[in-house]
């Protein structure tokens, strides 16, 4: 083995197409930004996204104008991945975008509804397993000849650290994240003979509005159970970007090695209140 070093440097994204699920803010849109900066042609989609969740407003708004922003690299699909006749549709958009060709696909779009076992609504439960579980399997069965076509490619998916120290109150969701993670293994060996490089990203918690939509009074009781038991809670959370950045440098990895599992967490620099909520 010869010495390690700097004949190894990163491989260049540029001229990729990639398509990434709940591009509309958040991670999602963290990470659209960090690969449209290294000259990736970008889908981004998503519903079609609040510019807040709280609030009722223009619903073709937020995504369409997040892409307009990242510029001619960037373009909005919109569609439900949680609908497989939507995921059909949009990577059928895709494709015809990209000449029938997928370099990357990043499966982010995910829910978590906060509550105890005994009180989640069937709605909450099935949106849950809906988007994060079946969303990611119809997204990954679409893209599957896409990225054949581009000669392997690459799939992200962003799990959670819930998997390793499940919550009360997120049952659901960390039980979708681990399922997640499981399919995530099944998937690159499967996709291993036409190259294809599978990465989960274990991420703790980063400031986004994946909570907005969190009733404030069983929020504050999770909180409060979750400091009592030692749960990392929201303390610190990271800035999306770092997400964003960690996602594009998996992506840089030269293709004789994949990063399978990944965790990112905060540390106790990460700020304490976001410094903007996208
Ligand atoms: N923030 C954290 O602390 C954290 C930590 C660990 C893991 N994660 C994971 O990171 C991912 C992104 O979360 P986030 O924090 O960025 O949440 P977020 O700010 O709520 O963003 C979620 C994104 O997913 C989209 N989306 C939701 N349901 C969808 C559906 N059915 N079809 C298509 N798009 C859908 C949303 O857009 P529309 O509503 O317009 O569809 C939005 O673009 C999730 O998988 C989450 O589990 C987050």
Redesign the pocket.
């Known amino acids: 083995m010869s010495e390690a070093g700097s004949h190894i440097t990163p491989r260049s994204l540029a001229g990729k197409t990639a398509l990434v699920?709940?591009?509309?803010?958040?991670?999602?849109?963290a990470i659209a930004e960090a690969l449209v900066e290294r000259d990736v042609r970008v889908a981004m989609?998503?519903?079609?996204?609040?510019s807040d969740?709280g609030e009722a407003t223009n619903k073709t708004g937020?995504?369409a104008e997040e892409a307009a922003r990242l510029g001619e690299r960037a373009s909005a699909i919109q569609?439900?991945?949680?609908d497989p006749d939507s995921v059909r549709s949009a990577f059928a958009e895709a494709a015809k975008l990209f000449d029938g060709r997928l370099d990357i696909l990043v499966i982010?779009?995910?829910?978590?509804e906060l509550a105890r076992v005994e009180d989640l609504a069937d709605h909450e439960l099935t949106a849950q397993l809906?988007?994060?579980l079946l969303?990611a399997m119809y997204c990954c069965r679409e893209a599957v000849p896409l990225l054949r076509a581009a000669k392997g490619g690459q799939v992200v998916m962003?799990?959670?650290?819930?998997v390793n120290d499940p919550y009360p109150w997120m049952t659901v969701?960390a039980a979708t994240?681990a399922a997640l993670e499981n399919y995530a293994v099944s998937l690159r060996r499967e996709l291993a003979e036409q190259g294809t490089r599978v990465t989960v990203l274990r991420?703790?918690?980063?400031?986004?509005?994946?909570n907005?939509s969190w009733d404030p009074e069983r929020a504050q009781v999770a909180y409060q159970e979750w400091e009592a038991g030692g749960y990392p809670g929201w303390a610190g959370?990271m800035d999306?970007a770092i997400v964003g950045l960690t996602v594009a440098r998996t992506l840089e990895l030269p293709e004789q090695a994949c990063a399978e599992l990944l965790e990112i967490d905060p540390t106790a620099a990460a700020p304490t209140e976001p410094a903007s909520r996208t």
């Open positions: 699920t709940g591009a509309s803010r958040g991670l999602g849109l989609l998503a519903r079609a996204g609040d969740p937020k995504l569609a439900d991945v949680a982010n779009a995910g829910v978590a809906d988007t994060n969303g962003i799990s959670s650290t819930t969701y994240k991420c703790g918690p980063a400031w986004t509005n994946f907005a959370a999306p």
